[in-house]
């Protein structure tokens, strides 16, 4: 069974930066694309960013020159660094491990990002 544990989020002002982490349990997972996604309040979970195992990176339009996700395979860490926040980018964001060969879909408990003045 994998875990993935999400940390980073909080309150912050327009502007501001915060940098979210994703820890998964277990090893092996070095070649498996994750992603973050996010759920604004009451709207619908909508993909954020992913990252493939070689590192190539897929962006959302509105987070684009803003956020970027990067991985530590050697920590089976995936991270979320989040720039010039805005107030449209409040939302729970989600870490996110798929292995669809296999049938399962991974997901953390959640974070908490408020950009508020």
């Known amino acids: 069974q994998v875990q993935l544990v999400e940390s980073g989020g909080g309150l912050v002002q327009p502007g501001g930066s915060l940098r979210l982490s994703c820890a998964a349990s277990?090893?092996?997972?070095?070649?498996?694309?994750m992603g973050w996604y996010r759920q604004p309040p009451g709207k619908q979970r909508e993909l954020v960013a992913t990252?493939?195992?070689?590192?190539?990176?897929i962006y959302v339009d509105s987070v684009k020159g803003r956020f970027a996700i990067s991985r530590d395979n050697a920590k089976n860490t995936i991270y979320l660094q989040m720039n010039s926040l805005n107030p449209e980018d409040t939302a729970v964001y989600y870490c996110n491990l798929p292995l669809p060969l296999r049938g399962l879909d991974y997901w953390g408990q959640g974070t908490q990002v408020t950009v508020s003045s």
């Open positions: 277990g090893s092996g997972f070095s070649s498996y694309a």
């Open positions: 990252i493939s195992g070689n590192g190539r990176t």
